[in-house]
Nanobody, 117 residues
Framework: QVQVVESGGGLVQPGGSLRLSCVAS????????MGWYRQAPGKQRELVAG???????NYAGSVKGRFTISRDNAKNTAYLQMNSLKPEDTGVYYC???????????WGQGTQVTVSS
């Protein structure tokens, strides 16, 4: 069982920045693919950004150039740096850990991000 805990959400004005953190348990974090997803009210959960064990990254078109996903394997942590935030970025942000040797994904409880003036 992998425990996943997100942090760093909050209220920010349009144009502002936030950095989300995601800590996943386990001694082989370096072999996890990590992903950030978000869910806005009344909408389906969608992929925001992902990073593989070899640090390949992918982004949703709506956040390219504004968000950056990264990982620190020594701290078992993945990050999502969010810049130039827009009201449409509002939602609950979830982190997903996908160990490469398991056919299972592990989700955190989510952290709320609200972009509003």
């Amino acid at each position: 069982q992998v425990q996943v805990v997100e942090s760093g959400g909050g209220l920010v004005q349009p144009g502002g920045s936030l950095r989300l953190s995601c800590v996943a348990s386990g001694s082989v974090f370096s072999l996890y693919a990590m992903g950030w997803y978000r869910q806005a009210p009344g909408k389906q959960r969608e992929l925001v950004a992902g990073i593989t064990s070899d640090r390949s990254t992918n982004y949703a078109g709506s956040v390219k150039g504004r968000f950056t996903i990264s990982r620190d394997n020594a701290k078992n942590t993945a990050y999502l740096q969010m810049n130039s935030l827009k009201p449409e970025d509002t939602g609950v942000y979830y982190c997903k850990a996908s160990p490469s040797w398991l056919a299972a994904d592990y989700w955190g409880q989510g952290t709320q991000v609200t972009v509003s003036s």
